[in-house]
DNA sequence: CCGGCATTGTTGCGTGACATAACGATCGCT
DNA sequence: AGCGATCGTTATGTCACGCAACAATGCCGG
């Protein structure tokens, strides 16, 4: 036995943080974070946008408030990224048919094909950064964390 | 066979989002945030300084600069977060004997409780949220994140 | 020994992703 | 008709970063 103190360095002197998931949680997201500024940020778009473009893609007409609920985003928070994605020519509101208050949301072909160039882009980043591991592997790790976001907790109102 | 846009409700109409890791890893990431907030948010205790207590009682004396890239925060962020801690009378800054440079972090015995009691809670909150896994699921995923953090990227300097 | 260069902490500023509170317009219900 | 809930909006604040420039100090080659 060695002392104990010998080779800090190899996975870091974290202490106590080491054995949380949630700050291990939290560095990977970063990594994916700026992985997806390497692949598509260079056009501009991030994260959270691009999560938007998918949401509506998924549902063409979706309401404003249901988009940003499905990603966790509060209302006063989509206006302005609604607003980016509107001036960038990506989304256009039009108004929902039956509530004149609520607005749907729609891509336009050229969201739609920004929205095709930075999946293939994203999906090509995360094979490769996720390039050592088996399909299983991958499965497993997608599954685990499904797991964890449908423990999700409401804001306690 | 049904129609494919029958239940969106359940896990969602994320659309091509739903199969990108960095998503569910960045959602997964919030509720452990969020659950951290309901620990020891009370006490005005965040990640990142939590983060920081536990790295300079892991290594007593450690540089300042040494924590932050343990932790991946650059050495300007560290500041602020290093008067912080400073002032809430939970780390102690000292010269350093060999580099006059240089800053060396130690604890204060307050700041060593605090870690301890936010520790306690936190992983008695770790606990409940990862209440359906078994040890060896958590396990696994620990193990399945780590390699994902093992592929940090360097800033490309 | 001394002049250039890297490193340490620091300051200032910008940004992205949130939260919270208050408001007008509209809807639904009684 | 009236009242409360809901939808989008505006304003404002916070937290966790990022980058650029700087003084003080350390290191090293000539």
Redesign the interface.
Same mark, same amino acid.
């Not at 054995?19 to 997806?36: E, M, P, Q, T």
């Not at 685990?144 to 976001?149: D, G, P, Q, S, V």
């Given at each position: 036995m060695q002392d104990a103190e010998v080779e800090?360095g190899r996975?870091?002197?974290?202490?106590?943080?080491d054995?949380?998931?949630?700050?291990?949680?939290?560095? $990977?997201? *970063?990594?994916?974070?700026?992985?997806?500024g390497?692949a598509v940020g260079g056009d501009g778009l991030r994260?959270v946008p691009?999560?938007i473009l998918?949401?509506i $893609?998924? *549902?063409p007409g979706?309401r404003q408030g249901a988009a940003g609920e499905?990603?966790?985003i509060k209302r006063a928070n989509m206006v302005v990224l609604i607003n980016e994605l509107v001036e960038a020519g990506h989304v256009d509101r039009r108004a929902a048919e039956d509530d004149r208050r609520a607005i749907a949301l729609v891509l336009t072909p050229k969201g739609r094909t920004t929205?095709e160039n930075a999946?293939a882009r994203?999906?090509e980043h995360?094979d490769e950064?996720?390039a050592?591991?088996t399909a299983g592997?991958?499965d497993?790790?997608?599954g685990?964390?499904?797991?964890?976001?449908a423990?999700?907790?409401p804001?306690a109102d």
């Open positions: 800090p996975h870091d002197a974290l202490g106590v943080l054995g949380l998931v949630g700050y291990h949680l939290r560095r $990977a997201s *970063s990594v994916f974070a700026s992985d997806f390497r994260q691009f999560a998918s949401v $893609a998924a *549902s979706i499905a990603l966790g929205l999946t994203l999906t995360e950064l996720l050592d591991f592997e991958r497993m790790l997608i685990l964390i499904r797991r964890i976001e423990r999700e907790q804001p």
